[in-house]
């Protein structure tokens, strides 16, 4: 658990606290969302989106702001939003044009370019007054993200490809509005998990 969601070797202190939570009866999955909210994950998730977004590590001030905001109940997909939704990453990544930019979200947010259907819905969003972050955020909270998000959590925790039935299932909860760190420690606490381990 600490290597899959700390990226590091358990410190002895930490290995004692997570075994003495688990031999007094406290869940797996409770164990994993214990993890999940540390300061250490929230850092190592906002570097993340940083990484993956603007290609670069978040300076102190702003990994400073959204730990912060996370630990207030602030959501990954609010966080990627507006890291996505910032000027820096329409200048750097969308090269300053709007088209430019919703293919560049596409591209990272989906792996694909924009289709047509895409860019005439968000230029009317946009003529209507929606912000970057507003389009942004709207493209983080699809269907279409939600399924490519858990389809990359089943080979990062259960070392396999997602099945349907799990991938409707917890796409679907992410779609009702179940935080991402919940679907993880759901994951990471199962009995596959556990087996595998």
Do not use: C, W
Request: net charge negative; hydrophobic share 40%; aromatic share 12%.
């Amino acid at each position: 658990m600490y290597r899959d969601l700390l990226h590091r070797d358990p410190d002895p202190r930490g290995l004692t606290y997570f075994s003495g939570l688990v031999s007094n009866g406290v869940s797996r999955t409770q164990v994993a969302a214990t993890v999940e909210s540390t300061n250490e994950f929230r850092i190592a998730t906002v570097q993340a989106i940083f990484m993956k977004y603007l290609h670069r590590a978040a300076d102190a001030n702003a990994l400073d702001y959204f730990v912060g905001f996370l630990a207030a109940g602030g959501t990954d997909e609010q966080v990627a939003a507006a890291v996505a939704g910032s000027q820096e990453y329409f200048q750097k990544r969308g090269g300053n044009s709007f088209h430019g930019y919703l293919n560049a979200l596409y591209l990272d947010a989906f792996g694909r370019p924009i289709d047509p259907g895409g860019q005439a819905f968000f230029q009317q969003a946009r003529a209507n007054g929606a912000s970057l972050t507003d389009i942004a955020l709207s493209v983080l909270r699809s269907g279409e993200y939600d399924r490519d998000l858990v389809a990359g959590y089943y080979p990062t925790y259960l070392r396999r490809q997602a099945d349907g039935g799990g991938l409707n299932f917890f796409s679907g909860q992410l779609q009702r509005g179940v935080p991402d760190e919940l679907v993880i420690a759901t994951l990471v606490g199962s009995e596959e998990y556990f087996a595998r381990v």
